[in-house]
């Protein structure tokens, strides 16, 4: 059973194109999250999401969106992709305190061309 | 803002031996969490150890152990007896208390650790 699951795992689009990528967690948690990993391996918070509730906006373009039909969701949708969103995006999910730490998907890798 | 330092990019060591990774951070915050997260080539992010900033207690797990120093504002993370499968990504990781909100892990740059046969 897959706690944090993400699709696709991977993508390639062409730069201009709309993508979404799903997430979904069966862990009962309170709040989901997306990084961004670029090419050197970095990563950073992109969202976070609480009770359906946008608490995190890393100053990331307003072309990256966060949807969250529910609890259990948290959708990635990049509108007019550019060469420069290519990277691996994780989603995570964490409950309440952090005693417990994240539980991360697996990644989507994006590539733009 | 938190900022967190891996000022190793890379280390590598022989099988069986023990490795040192270091950390170091800055913050102005009293209550916050400490991590260490091993991505492997399979890019999966596993949690390797955890430790809250109120413990004086070093976090242990089997083989994985931290040094934890608040007041140095150091965390590093020990390897004993290494294996071929901890070669790995090690990103080091800050959260503050969330104190009921919702708050993000903040990484260093990872240390690209090769244990070879």
């Known amino acids: 059973d897959t706690a944090v699951s993400q699709t696709p795992k991977y993508l390639v689009t062409q730069m201009g194109n709309d993508k979404s990528i799903k997430c979904e967690q069966n862990?009962?948690?309170?709040?989901m999250y997306w990084y961004k990993q670029d090419s050197k391996k970095f990563l950073k918070i992109m969202f976070s999401y609480n009770n359906k509730e946008l608490i995190i906006n890393e100053t990331v373009p307003n072309r990256f969106s966060p949807k969250s039909p529910d609890k259990a969701h948290l959708n990635l949708h990049i509108n007019s992709l550019e060469l420069g969103d290519s990277a691996v995006y994780f989603c995570?999910?964490?409950?309440?305190?952090?005693?417990?730490?994240?539980?991360f998907g697996s990644g989507t890798r994006l590539t733009v061309v | 803002a938190q900022t967190v330092t891996q000022s190793q990019p890379e280390m590598s060591v022989q099988e069986a031996e023990t490795v040192t990774l270091s950390c170091t951070y800055d913050?102005?915050?009293?209550?916050?969490?400490l991590f260490w997260y091993k991505q492997p080539p399979s890019r999966q992010m596993i949690l390797v150890i955890r430790q809250e900033a109120y413990k004086q207690q070093n976090a242990t797990e089997n083989r994985f152990s931290v040094n934890f120093q608040k007041a140095a504002k150091s965390f590093s993370l020990k390897i004993s007896d290494s294996q071929l499968g901890d070669t790995a990504m090690y990103f080091c990781a800050f959260m503050k208390h969330a104190g009921g909100g919702a708050d993000g892990l903040t990484f260093g740059k990872g240390t690209h650790l090769i244990i070879q046969p």
């Open positions: 862990l009962g948690h309170d709040t």
């Open positions: 913050t102005s915050e009293n209550n916050y969490y």
């Open positions: 995570a999910s964490r409950q309440g305190t952090a005693n417990y730490g994240y539980t």
